[in-house]
């Protein structure tokens, strides 16, 4: 896989949440950005070399789906996985709709969230 498609992009409110994901993907052998909302995304000089994003479905000011309407109107087509307290059908539909790769439920078990990324990023090679 091409280093620079290694790149993976994280928009999440929550510190905590952001640090562990950033932490554990990094474990994995992938370069990370972590950031709080679109504005700090938008601002990563490394934004069109990214492999993919991964979204809070709620967050404050705007939505994980807010935010990937944003990026498509930049005409940042990112592939996305999009995290969620509660994977509900109306969520699904919208994430499908929304071109969305995945949507995780939080707590994240296992190997699925690297299982989605490398997919992914193998898929973008």
């Known amino acids: 896989m091409d280093d620079r498609r290694k790149l993976v992009l994280i928009v999440e409110d929550d510190q905590a949440v952001r640090d562990a994901l950033q932490f554990a ?28 994003v991964i979204v809070e479905d709620r967050m404050p000011r705007m939505d994980g789906f807010g935010l990937l309407r944003h990026l498509r109107s930049h005409h940042i087509d990112l592939p996305a996985i999009m995290l969620t307290n509660h994977a509900t059908a109306k969520i699904q539909a919208r994430a499908g709709a929304a071109g969305v790769h995945a949507v995780l439920e939080k707590p994240l078990l296992g190997n699925i969230l690297v299982d989605n990324i490398r997919s992914i990023l193998n898929a973008a090679v």
Request: hydrophobic residues 45%; contains cysteine; charged residues 20%.
């Open 25 to 52: 993907l990094r474990l994995e052998g992938l370069c990370v950005h972590v950031h709080s909302g679109v504005a700090a995304l938008l601002a990563d000089p490394d934004l069109s070399r990214a492999g993919c």
